[in-house]
């Protein structure tokens, strides 16, 4: 068993429950841990024998860009998607991240953390 991290993949996306960020929108982070089986890649070296990361890449800027009000809606459409076309996929832990959210104060972000 092996964990696989995508980590700080940066989306410009239009989530949130303004208006105003459905158009203008805003910087997001995710990070993904993600646990698989991988002890037959470990000796094929063989891409087929694992859980491809570009296309769990892809999937999620798939995601990323239909729009959400809520970061609790989107980690959690994220983490259906993974499961749905990434069956290897035994557990996920997913962190989304607004950079600079209109909270009327300065902050860095808000996150959301799921796990699946």
Do not use: W
Request: hydrophobic share 40%.
């Amino acid at each position: 068993m092996a964990k696989i991290l995508l980590e700080d993949m940066e989306f410009y996306a239009y989530h949130g429950c303004f208006r105003e960020e459905q158009v203008i929108g805003n910087r997001f982070f995710v990070d993904l841990e993600i646990d698989v089986d991988t002890e037959k890649a470990e000796t094929s070296d063989d891409l087929k024998d694992t859980v491809n990361y570009q296309s769990v890449y892809n999937e999620i800027k798939t995601v990323m860009a239909e729009k959400s009000h809520l970061l609790e809606h989107l980690a959690r459409r994220i983490i259906d998607a993974l499961h749905a076309s990434f069956p290897d996929i035994q557990h996920i832990k997913l962190k989304v991240s607004k950079m600079n959210p209109p909270m009327g104060g300065k902050m860095r972000c808000v996150s959301i953390v799921l796990t699946s």
